[in-house]
């Protein structure tokens, strides 16, 4: 049971400094006009980028611990994904049959060569990949954006019940105002004045 | 030694070739014309000037001006490695890695050759000491700045796969290796297919000089042999030292991909 607490991050990037929390098993939507910063904030999160403020985990903060180790703890999963690999097997260590069949695939797609995947199938994987290191919290960049309907609610299931039942906390970035209404525990709305909770 | 002099006209003769050329390359607008004019007076003037320089240091062998002058050619190579990158590290690091490298791998590697190998009296007779170190910083100096030029632009191309590695808790080494291993390959290509063409494709030129100056080719080969072998060892272990040092600087203590270190 962890939770993100993420108090006055900021850098040049960034429009404003931005603070939240996300608890274990809590789903949190950001939404928000694009270029103003959502992707930078979740880099700053995940200590890719330079930026000032807090970020802990519990009471852990993130300088307490390498940023390897950091980073295996609160997983990115952007918009589109990188392979840096040939085969998929590559970029996975355990295979997770299971999730494999949920989200559509056999075993068989490990050895697969990247190049012949599509956008999709490789979005579906990164999110497979990025659930292998089984982290306590996720931070998700628009994950559905280039997924068709039926592939939309495998995932969705897939991320919410990873949500429920590690239980982890999700800070996921949609447009899709049907989808926000479907997952959000919590709302957030950012601009270019910074980050501000939406009530229900 | 039966060698033969070339005069001033012997020299002539040759530019006139040059002129030819750069006449020819003003009819057919090539625009390097210019250039060639150039860099062929600028050939001249500096091996006049180094010709005058190892007189002097022939004249007067002592361990001081050899120290000086190992030190100003280092430093002349470090700065051609930097200028030979598109995207160079910035402040000092730029001008530093690509020197200290070289300093670790030719300085240790040739004075092994002249205590050990040569092992003449005293070892820093210049006769010998120059030409090796500079034989070997010209050839080191091509693999770092080919191991660094390709460790810099494929770390700008490859950034998001680079990323997407540091996102899954890899470190940046980790996540670098592919082109680090790339790198230092690069850097070595041009010395292994030199030895590999040598004697077939082309003569090297240190030894069509030996021969030209009049040694027994023979006595020519075992020099060129020893030469290409140092090379080697230098350039692999100067590129190695180089590739480390710069992919290291590509990342900072928080394992993030740090691109805003090369100047754009």
Redesign the interface.
Known sequence: MTSLRVEDVGNNWLPAKVSLEVAAGECVVISGPSGVGKSLLLRAIADLDEHQGKVRLDDALYTDMPATEWRKKVGLLTADSAWWGEHVAEHMHEIPVEQLVELGFTKDVMKWSVDRLSTGEKQRLAILRVLANQPSILLLDEPTANLDPDSVEKVENLLLNYCRNKPAGLIWVSHDIVQVERIADRRYHFDENGLSEVKA | MNMISLSALDLSIAALLVLVLAILGLKLQLGVSRQLIIAAIRTTVQLLLVGYILKFLFDNVHLGYMAAISVIMLLFAGREVMSRQTNPYKGLWGFGMGTVSMFLSTFIVTLVALTVIINNDPWYTPQYAIPLLGMMLGNTMTGIALGLERLTQAARE?R????????????GQQAIT?IRRESMRYGMIPIINSMAAAGLVSLPGMMTGQILAGSPPLEAVKYQILIMFLIAAGTGFGTVIAVVLGSRRLF??????RLDRLRK
Do not use: F, T, V
């Open positions: 490859q998001q796969k680079i990323e997407a590695r540091l996102m899954l808790g890899h470190s592919n900072d203590e928080r394992e993030r991909l």
